[in-house]
């Protein structure tokens, strides 16, 4: 079945260094969303991406989908403590239902003051 | 700001007991979904559901498991006879309209079997 994977799993930076998770599917996207979720909280979305390598920005977080639609990535420039949280990346696979995203397993950003 | 609300906030149960997950969606959204959390993995899609039927469920969505929108507000998910492995972050989320991208969950209720 489709796959959807992140990379790093846990991702530990100083606060004000730059920060990116990356996410590889398996398959071609129709699309990209991406959550982000704080400790012991709900995920929020964040994004969704649709054309091949379309990159959109959010002050300090940079989203950029491949041309192949298989990989996404989310750049945060100058992290905060308020970074702080789980990110993950949800995709559609084409023919599928909008509905049945297939989350990944997340990043799990630590930010230290 | 809108928002989607769940009740309990923890619900311990016994296996093989019945539990009722009680959800409030937005008020003029229209589609709504169940997701599953197993502590620190990730968000696992169950069902979603639109004009009072089930559009999409995943594998996990096995005959134990069933939804309601018994009325205009609330949106329930039951598991019929628990399990330990049902022990997991459930959220709910909804949507206000097919393609709008955003879904906005709910703070989740934990259940927990024994």
């Known amino acids: 079945g489709q796959q959807v994977m992140q990379i790093p799993q846990y ?28 400790p012991g909280g709900h995920p929020v979305f964040l994004i969704q991406l649709v054309k091949s390598g379309e990159v959109k920005k959010q002050k300090r977080l940079t989203f950029q989908f491949g041309e192949a639609k298989k990989n996404s990535s989310l750049h945060i420039t100058a992290t905060q403590t308020t970074d702080v949280g789980t990110y993950f990346c949800a995709g559609q696979r084409p023919g599928t239902s909008y509905d049945k995203v297939i989350f990944g397993p997340g990043t799990s950003l630590s930010v230290i003051p | 700001e809108p928002e989607v609300t769940q009740t309990p906030s923890h619900q311990v149960t016994q296996m093989g007991q019945e539990v009722i997950l009680r959800c409030v969606p937005i008020s003029n959204h229209l589609y709504f979904y169940w997701y599953r959390q197993i502590l620190g993995q990730k968000v696992e899609f169950l069902v979603s559901f639109y004009n009072n039927e089930i559009s999409e469920k995943s594998e996990i969505f096995d005959d134990q498991f069933s939804v309601e929108r018994p009325d205009g507000s609330n949106f329930t998910l039951k598991i019929r006879s628990t399990k330990l492995e049902d022990s997991a972050m459930y959220f709910c989320a909804s949507r206000y309209k097919f393609m709008n991208t955003e879904a906005f969950f709910g703070q989740g209720t934990r259940l927990t079997v024994v």
């Open chain 1, 11 to 38: 991702q530990h930076v100083q606060e004000g260094e730059d920060f990116t998770t990356y996410c590889n599917s398996s398959t071609t996207l129709s699309n990209i969303q991406w959550y982000k979720q704080r």
